[in-house]
């Protein structure tokens, strides 16, 4: 039992950054984690893992395709998933275990078990109740249910059984494309799987801009993967050791039935405030189950604050750091601020997608005059070098002042290259002023001062 | 032949002089381009393609024997490869061919005339141009001299048989048992290393005390210790004197020692490349052994332009282009000045080097109190997933008003935050505006955001 400024529930990227620098801000600060290990979701079953998997996975894709045209010789490499295996879970550990040094180092508490609000200012852990000024919600997202499709974790999964499944299947089915399906689909893939993935809307990777999701879509057929799309899962029945699955195709309404060794649930992620008794203490849900906060992050209760995947807007790390970091600053008397409209995600297939800002879809929705000036990574010299000049990057500006408002790739290293036009729409600037600037040859991001200058006089390598 | 008259005449198809051409034409001005060799310069031909191609080849096939030999971290069994550099000269020629043409339709495009030939100045307003079909002069309103470098070659080493230029090391169809590379610049480095990875045993003889002298020792530490670990000797303050027997001999300050060396590459430096040009006839004003020229590229001779390496340091692609560009919108009688506040500089190495402003000593020398911090990238999440934990980013800002001067990296592959970097330095970024601006997690570009945390002196993951 102890008296703190900030109790956090939850040590995801949320919660162990807001109190990282609340510690730093100079406030007494503790955690309360359930977890065995620090870092939520994205640490131990989220990105990390996945992001350790597609790596590794990348490295046999490009053996296997690449290394005989550039004149690498020698037998077709083979795969040793148990290994593969233990270098992801090295790598989650070396992670986690980052997070704990940070936590001793900045003074911060880790309080072992599952936390609840018996009322405001106090948390309960076990038979302990802490009291605390503030308390920060940061208790994340779990994989959303699917009715029909009853989880097993061992041949119905969802991302979290995906990532260490007992051997790589030969037919697998993803019911969702998404990030995590199709991130999870092109591991397997790779691996040699025969991946089916089905999704519920006519287009993968929903709210992306259009023709990123016809080129991913294009380039992960080309890669094996397979689709069906505009098709309602209707149930999912497993044995031991295989599952059936059965969709209604929305255009004739006809039933269809996949076999597989392993099928992912990959159809979203919903808040996850169960056993905090936010019921008792008035806090208030959307329909969504997210908690409703204030501008400050505040919750309709003083002194009970949520960030992260438990509250609106994108489930994403990133997001729910920035969060964190503007939660501290506010309960510290600072003024803490994040910009929503300046939030880039991420997909790491290959080759990677990145968007930030407005899409084609939403300035035309809003009836928004604007140009899209586009470069296809076929006219960059390094993209060629490499074998990844597939792709191509848009940048979308407002037709009168020439601002951005939004940027898609898809290509190589997207997921760096988008950091430019997120400092460039921090800064409010001109497609001009990206164009403007030297960028270094020969690199992929030549790609993206090419699609500004696209934006106006045109580009020069295409 | 009929003489031709054009508005601008462009000497030159490297990077400096077919950017400068494509803009010219897409901006109408009447263009003709001469070049006595193959479009793209070079940077396309000998340059920076054919060395990132030979440094791909030469990561993925030692990749690819790290996994034969330890089993493979990543849990990916290969036999031992072999390299058969013959198949992969030939790739990387594809690439240069299909590069060649690429730029040769750019310039048709865009309504430029290509004529192969070699230009030779009678006065400042006419050529002579010298090809097989015989000769043809050509008068032009401006002319821009965009003629490049070539390699300097020592005397007790000339070019030929067993030593080689950048431009011979590039074209090799057999890996060299033993390899010195005469001159620890980048370029001498970036092939040096790929051979060593090729499997040659590698001697760098440097004559300044350390490799890579223009960047501090902090940046090219991890250099210098990957060295070490490729089993490449580095000898410093050594001069090459004559090879024979394939042995080169070299002095130290202790005395003279033979190493073995089947060849010896030497990049001691680049030379402009005025041969056969007939510069005397104009007697521009020089900078050293390089063409003066003022803040619109402009020569010392009304009309008479130079870009690119002609001018000096820093002798690069992009700095070319750039300089193209904007002599391009001159000639279409648009305002233009030279006022870029930083261009990037990357060094291919293992790991890459990114330099772009002013590095801590530069920025002291130029009277600025400064702060400055790093952040290693074995804290960050993304490098881990990519088994790349070498290095870290740094930044440079003005103590009083946290402008940022300079931002400094060494990891693999730090070449795609080089466009950030510039992006930010352009804008008069302050520390503040770094730190606030989401990046996305996983990526390497977090490491930015730590090293602007880390100079506000609140990192969040060291
Ligand atoms: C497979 C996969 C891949 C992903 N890849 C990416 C990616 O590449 N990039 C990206 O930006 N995002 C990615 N995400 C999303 C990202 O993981 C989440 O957005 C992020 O983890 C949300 O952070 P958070 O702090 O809100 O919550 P979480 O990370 O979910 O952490 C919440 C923590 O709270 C704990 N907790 C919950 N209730 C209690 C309680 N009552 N008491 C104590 N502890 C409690 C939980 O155990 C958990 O550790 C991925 C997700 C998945 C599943
Ligand atoms: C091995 C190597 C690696 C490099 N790597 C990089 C890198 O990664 N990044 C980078 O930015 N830079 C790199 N560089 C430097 C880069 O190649 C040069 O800075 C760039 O090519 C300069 O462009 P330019 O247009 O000034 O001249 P050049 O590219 O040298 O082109 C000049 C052209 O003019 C032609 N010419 C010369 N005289 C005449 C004449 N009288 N008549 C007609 N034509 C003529 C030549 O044939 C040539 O094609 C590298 C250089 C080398 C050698």
Excluded at chain 1, 149 to 156: C, H, L, P, R, S
Excluded at chain 1, 358 to 363: A, V
Excluded at chain 2, 15 to 41: D, H, K, M
Excluded at chain 2, 356 to 377: K, N
Aim: glycine content about 12%; some cysteine.
């Amino acid at each position: 039992m102890a008296n703190y400024d900030v109790i956090i529930i939850g040590a995801g990227p949320g919660g162990y950054v807001c109190a990282i620098r609340c510690a730093q801000l100079g406030l007494k600060t503790a955690v309360v984690e359930g977890r065995e290990a620090l870092g939520g979701t994205c640490l131990n079953v989220g990105c990390i893992p996945s992001k350790a998997l597609l790596h590794a996975s990348h490295q046999l894709h490009e053996a296997q395709e690449n290394f005989p045209k550039m004149g690498l010789k020698g037998k077709a490499p083979s795969v040793d998933w148990k290994q593969m295996l233990a270098y992801k879970s090295e790598v989650i550990e070396g992670n986690t275990r980052g997070i704990e040094f940070l936590f001793k180092k900045n003074k911060v508490d880790w309080i072992r078990g599952w936390g609840s609000i018996p009322e405001p200012g106090q948390v309960k852990v076990g038979e302990d109740t802490h009291s605390a000024k503030h308390i920060v919600i940061a208790t994340g997202s779990e994989p959303a249910p699917l009715e029909g499709v009853a989880i097993d974790e061992k041949v119905v999964v969802t991302s979290t059984g995906a990532l260490e499944l007992g051997k790589v299947p030969k037919r697998m089915v993803v019911i969702g494309a998404g990030v995590i399906g199709l991130e999870l689909g092109s591991v397997y893939a790779r691996l040699g799987a025969d991946v089916t993935v089905i999704e519920y809307l006519d287009t993968i990777t929903p709210g992306m801009d259009g023709e990123v999701q016809k080129t991913l879509q294009r380039i992960l057929k080309k890669q094996g993967l397979k689709f069906v799309l505009g098709a309602a899962v209707q149930k999912s029945e497993a044995t031991k050791t295989r599952a059936k699955v059965t969709y209604r195709l929305k255009k004739d309404d006809s039933e269809h039935e996949i076999e597989a060794d392993c099928v992912l649930l990959a159809t979203g992620r919903r808040p996850f405030t169960d056993g905090l008794g936010l019921d008792k203490l008035g806090v208030k849900l959307t329909k969504q189950g997210q908690i409703e906060v204030g501008r400050d992050w505040q919750t309709g209760v003083r002194g009970i604050y949520a960030i992260g995947d438990a509250v609106p807007g994108p489930m994403l790390a990133h997001k729910a750091e920035d969060e964190g970091m503007a939660v501290a600053e506010q309960i510290a008397g600072r003024h803490g601020h994040v910009n929503y409209g300046v939030i880039p995600g991420v997909i790491y297939t290959w080759p990677e997608v990145a968007a930030v800002g407005e899409t084609e879809q939403t300035l035309k929705a809003a009836g928004r005059a604007y140009r899209a000036g586009k470069f296809m990574f076929m006219g960059n010299a390094r993209a060629k070098a490499n074998f990844a000049a597939e792709g191509f990057v848009k940048i979308l500006a407002d037709k009168d002042t020439d601002r951005i408002l939004g940027a898609h790739i898809i290509g190589p290293a997207a997921g760096e290259l988008i950091h430019e036009i997120c400092v460039a729409m921090e800064f409010g600037a001109a497609a001009q002023d990206v164009a403007l600037t030297c960028h270094a040859h020969p690199t992929y991001s030549e790609a993206v001062r090419e699609a500004a200058l696209a934006c106006s006089d045109g580009a020069i390598h295409s | 032949m009929e003489p031709i008259e054009t508005d601008l005449l462009v000497i030159g198809a490297g990077p400096g002089g077919y950017v400068c051409a494509i803009r010219a034409g897409q901006l109408g001005v009447s263009t003709v381009i001469v070049e006595r060799n193959r479009p793209g310069g070079t940077c396309l031909n000998v340059g920076c393609i054919p060395s990132k191609a030979l440094i791909h080849v030469a990561e993925q096939f030692h990749i690819a024997r790290l996994q034969a030999r330890d089993g493979g971290a990543l849990g990916i069994s290969v036999s031992d490869p072999r390299i058969d550099l013959a198949a992969a000269v030939d790739w990387k020629d594809g690439i240069v061919s299909r590069l060649n043409s690429g730029v040769a339709g750019l310039l048709k495009k865009a309504g430029v005339k290509s004529i192969q030939g070699e230009a030779r100045f009678i006065d400042g307003k006419t050529v002579m141009i010298r090809s097989e079909m015989g000769e043809q002069r050509l008068t032009a309103r401006r002319i821009v001299i965009a003629t490049g470098s070539r390699p300097v070659e020592l005397p007790d080493l000339p070019f030929g048989g067993a030593i080689l230029s950048s431009t011979q090391a590039l074209a090799l169809t057999a890996v060299p048992r033993t390899l010195a590379v005469v001159g620890g610049g980048y370029i001498g480095l970036e092939i040096g290393m790929a051979f060593a990875k090729l499997g040659a045993k590698v001697t760098i003889v440097e004559a300044e005390a350390r490799i890579l002298p223009q960047y501090d020792t902090d940046l090219t530490k991890p250099v210098a210790e990957r060295l070490k670990e490729l089993g490449v000797r580095v000898m410093t303050g050594a001069r090459a004197g004559g090879h024979a027997k394939g042995r080169l001999n070299v002095e130290t300050g202790g005395g003279s020692e033979r190493i073995a060396a089947e060849k010896v590459l030497v990049t001691v430096g680049r030379t402009p490349g005025f041969d056969g040009l007939g510069l005397d006839e104009l007697s521009l004003a020089m900078s050293g052994p390089f063409l003066r020229i003022d803040e619109q590229c402009r020569t010392s001779m009304r009309d008479v332009f130079a870009i690119g390496d002609v001018t000096g340091e820093p002798m690069l692609a992009h700095r070319a282009m750039a300089q193209g560009e904007m002599v391009a919108a001159i000639a279409a009688g648009r305002p233009g000045g030279w006022d870029k506040a930083c261009i990037p500089a990357i060094c291919f190495t293992d790991p890459e080097i990114v330099t772009a402003g002013l590095d801590p000593e530069a920025a002291r020398a130029a009277g600025h109190a400064v702060r400055t911090a790093s952040f290693p990238f074995r804290a960050n999440g993304r490098a881990m997933t990519l088994g790349a934990e070498t290095g870290f980013v740094r930044v440079v800002a003005r103590e009083d008003n946290h402008l940022i001067l300079g931002l400094q990296a060494v990891g693999a592959g730090m070449a795609e935050l080089a466009a950030a970097f510039s992006a930010l330095i352009e804008m008069g970024a302050r520390l503040e505006d770094v730190a606030e601006t989401i990046h996305a997690h996983p990526t390497q570009g977090e490491a930015l955001q730590e090293a602007a945390l880390a100079a506000l002196g609140h990192p969040l993951h060291i």
